[in-house]
């Protein structure tokens, strides 16, 4: 939740809101932004018109509001202990099936709750891009800098590219994302996530020159 | 001009074709820009220049028009992949030449204002279920075609036999449209880049000379990200 808009109201308030949130986020999810009315989320959530331009100017404003949750979502998935810091092949192999585990429940129901507001959202304005790209860039980075530990390490070879191999793994899930709700088969995104690790797994050093571990 | 695909179409005389293809060009910038609820015949008679009888000879009803939309699209895909500069798409000098052809394109279009397929599918795919029919089919052709590309790559020895066409196929498809969504969010080419790059790269994990299977470095395009400016 966007804490700026929600700091001075008082706890009902809050839950008042949050309930908003959540009708909006699961109807757009279900339905695309543009099938998603005010009045629907009104009835939904169980509040009555003047509650909601109360919390929200207009249905700009709750898409915004929407994007903010989303993307605290997908940081909430990619903290799951199984998948400790991203910064190895178990975890982001972990992290690949992961994502297929979900195919049947999440991604062939309406794609990626994040990918699928940014996909819809294409000729929306700058500041609206601004917020998803934020949330891309937030993205990017858990993988990043989870593989610059492993080239670090020496798990990686010298020339793996820390940011081109985060941003290859974010787009090969948001693109297979994309098709396999589209085409309602799991294969594409479960394609597109096991490439993307195994693409960082062919960046991998060869036991020779790997650096020995170091003991701590 | 693309070829549309043939469905629910009347053989058209010349002049017909031109007018039918215009009234699917209009309609597709007007979806870009307002959304598809925002799509009524009235506008888009005014917008395309012809009559309301025109319009409904051409077209039976919106979702007629839609599927033709889709179908419009996705033949510049497909031509796009087909086009003399990319040989048959079946070897490494190919697809790399498909990666700068990629980014030129982008270029070319710009991130408003010109429909994409992931646009489209984007802006498309939750308002029904035969929406997401017509997306799907076209992905299915897009994927086919590179399925056979890689084919032949895998049957000249090019690839390894353990390579899978199809797998491969999806995974340039995915790599693509997702490089797309973050380029199109971002305003800016470097997502597009990193995602095509890593299409040809993992293709040439599967390289039979281990020449072809070294990767290739990702060109790192100046500026990452452009900060947004107000509309």
Redesign the interface.
């Known amino acids: 939740m966007n804490a700026a808009g929600s700091a001075r109201l008082t706890r009902k308030g809050r839950a008042t809101r949050a309930r908003i949130v959540d009708v909006a986020a699961k109807l757009m999810y279900?339905?695309?932004i543009?099938?998603t009315s005010i009045d629907e989320v009104r009835n939904r959530a169980a509040v009555s018109g003047s509650q909601i331009s109360h919390y929200f100017h207009d249905k700009r404003d709750l898409t915004r509001t929407v994007v903010g949750a989303r993307r605290d979502d997908v940081r909430q998935f990619h903290s799951r202990p199984d998948l400790g810091a991203l910064d190895s092949l178990d975890a982001l192999q972990a992290w690949a099936d992961a994502n297929v585990a979900d195919i049947n429940t999440v991604y062939r129901k309406?794609?990626c709750v994040y990918?699928?507001l940014?996909?819809?959202?294409?000729?929306a304005?700058?500041?609206i891009?601004?917020d998803?790209?934020t949330g891309?860039?937030q993205w990017i980075e858990l993988f990043r800098a989870g593989l610059v530990e492993m080239r670090r390490r020496g798990d990686l070879r010298p020339?793996a590219?820390p940011r081109?191999l985060a941003?290859?793994l974010?787009?090969?899930?948001?693109?297979?994302?994309?098709?396999t709700?589209?085409?309602?088969s799991p294969?594409?995104?479960r394609?597109?996530v096991n490439?993307?690790v195994?693409?960082v797994r062919?960046?991998a050093s060869t036991p020779k020159t790997r650096r020995p571990k170091r003991t701590n | 001009m693309a070829p549309v695909a043939v469905h629910d179409e009347r053989p058209l005389t010349a002049k017909g074709r031109a007018t039918r293809d215009r009234i699917v060009k209009v309609a597709a910038e007007l979806i870009l820009r307002d959304g598809l609820s925002a799509l009524n015949m009235d506008a888009l008679r005014k917008a395309a220049s012809v009559s309301g009888s025109q319009l409904a000879h051409y077209f039976t009803d919106k979702g007629a028009l839609i599927r033709a939309i889709v179908a419009r699209q996705i033949a510049v895909v497909l031509d796009f992949h087909r086009q003399p500069k990319l040989g048959g798409l079946d070897t490494f000098d190919d697809f790399e030449r498909w990666i700068d052809l990629n980014m030129r394109y982008l270029r070319r279009i710009g991130y408003s204002g010109t429909p994409t397929y992931h646009g489209l599918a984007g802006q498309l795919a939750k308002s029904d279920n035969t929406m997401r029919d017509t997306l799907a089919a076209g992905y299915s052709q897009w994927i086919e075609l590179l399925e056979n590309a890689i084919r032949r790559m895998r049957d000249r020895g090019v690839l390894v036999a353990h390579a899978d066409p199809r797998t491969l196929a999806l995974v340039i498809v995915s790599a693509h449209q997702g490089g797309a969504t973050l380029a199109f969010t971002y305003r800016a080419e470097w997502p597009h880049a990193d995602a095509v790059r890593f299409a040809v790269n993992y293709l040439r994990v599967f390289a039979t000379d281990p020449a072809d299977r070294v990767p290739r470095a990702p060109r790192r395009p100046r500026g990452r990200r452009v900060k947004p400016t107000a509309p």
């Open positions: 279900q339905r695309g543009a099938g309406g794609g990918g699928s940014a996909a819809e959202l294409v000729e304005d700058a500041e891009h601004g998803l790209a891309y860039d020339d590219d081109h941003v290859s974010v787009t090969a899930h948001q693109g297979g994302a994309l098709l709700y589209i085409t309602d294969e594409p995104l394609a597109a490439a993307a195994e693409y062919s960046f």
